[in-house]
């Protein structure tokens, strides 16, 4: 029972936390005031590491912000990041250290100037109250706070589609956080609300692969979105840099897509793998079963893991019911399409991500061989 509570779960939370991301400089010695600079904070996660690499595109001398330079040497790093870091300059720093982003910034800024635009992809991996609180808020003041301390000029903020209805901790904690981006006059802004990533819908690959039936909650049409491709938001994302139409905006997002239910997604994933249709309906209340039962636990006990495991519940209830969803041709955007997206892992497979990978932590070819992803590969990410 609780290996399916989980797999429902899972199932439904969507994959646009990023992982906390800091670094070690290897800032140059010579003064490039000349150039077009940009920090990407966030920079290991499922954007971030898009927008380094779209920074770099577009010209600009890209810092990427880094925890922990050495987990992308490894083998395994330079497969998932390689490709997408070349051409920008790794800073080791810790976003949640106020005082370690200001000599960073600080640095840079001596070097060039002048710092053009700071990217925040930062997120929380869990949406629990405490990451949120400290990542989607504080760490990202943090950097706000960095930038205007040397007169950095613009401040794009990768937020998130569902905080126009806000009940979950992460979402108020990206709500505080945009209301002290607006608040302040010393950068410009633009904050973008993605509907969802193409990660958040290609979690259950393995699984349609493996043969098993492809999971939607209800009757399968409960909820509609059109997810935006990681390459076509960040290209959106640093364009707000110098689209001054984008400035002081707050706009909401999604891919190119007409409205896609939950079925007819499982449908393109039967397509894209020759699979033949085979679908389970879970009943949407079972999420308030798990989410009371973990809630009454935890208010009698006073557990911390039980409000958390509540909260995920939460979490999870939130992206089976409500819709992720633009219509307005204003706020559709990208050329990559959900069902290319789709034929392109069902024949490389996908990146393991813990929140969106299901059962597997390789990905899996259709002749049925695991392997994991190569850095080659790794770079064909739309």
């Given amino acids: 029972m609780l290996r399916l509570i989980t797999l429902f779960l899972s199932l439904s939370v969507a994959a646009g936390f990023a992982p906390l991301t800091t670094t070690t400089s290897r800032l140059p010695t010579q003064l490039l005031a000349a150039e077009k600079t940009a920090i990407i904070a966030g920079a290991t996660g499922y954007i971030g590491k898009s927008c380094v690499r779209e920074a ?26 390689g490709p997408f870091f070349e051409g ?34 930062l997120a929380s991996r869990s949406g629990i109250k405490k990451d949120a609180y400290l990542i989607d808020y504080q760490a990202t003041l943090n950097c706000l706070e960095a930038g205007r301390a040397v007169g950095a000029g613009h ?8 905080v126009k209805n806000p009940w979950l901790q992460f979402q108020q904690a ?21 509907t969802a990533f193409f990660k958040s819908v290609s979690g259950q690959l393995e699984v349609v692969q493996s043969g098993a039936p492809y999971v939607a909650f209800g009757d399968g049409e409960v909820t509609r979105c059109n997810p935006i491709a990681e390459s076509d938001l960040a290209t ?8 001054k139409s984008r400035h002081q905006r707050i706009i909401n997002l999604g891919g190119p897509d007409e409205p896609l239910t939950m079925k007819m997604q499982g449908e393109m994933l039967f397509k894209a793998t020759g699979m033949e249709p085979n679908f389970a309906f879970a009943p949407v209340w079972i999420f308030d079963v798990v989410i009371n039962t973990l809630q009454f636990l935890a208010d009698i006990t006073g557990s911390e893991k039980l409000e958390n495991a509540a909260e995920t519940g939460r ?10 969803l633009t219509t307005d ?3 559709k955007y990208g050329t990559i399409t959900l069902q290319e997206h789709y034929n392109r892992i069902a024949k490389e497979g996908q990146e393991y991500d813990p929140y969106t990978t299901m059962f597997s932590r390789n990905r899996i070819r259709k002749d049925g061989n695991k392997k994991l992803v190569e850095a080659k590969e790794s770079a064909m990410v739309e």
């Fill in 56 to 81: 770099v595109r577009q010209g600009y001398k890209t810092y990427a912000l880094v925890r922990d330079p050495q987990k992308l040497e490894t083998k395994e790093g330079q497969a998932s990041f």
């Fill in 88 to 121: 920008a300059e790794i800073v080791k720093c810790d976003v949640t250290d106020e005082a370690d982003l200001q000599k960073v910034f600080a640095d840079i800024t001596s070097q060039h100037n002048k710092i053009d635009a700071i990217v925040s992809c």
């Fill in 155 to 162: 401040f794009v903020l990768l937020s998130a589609f569902c």
């Fill in 174 to 194: 990206k709500l505080k956080f945009e209301a002290a981006l607006q608040e302040q006059t010393d950068m410009t802004w633009s904050i973008v609300r993605p």
């Fill in 236 to 243: 959106y994302l640093l364009d707000c840099v110098t689209d």
């Fill in 315 to 324: 979490i999870g209830k939130y992206y089976a019911v409500e819709d992720m």
């Fill in 329 to 331: 041709p204003a706020e």
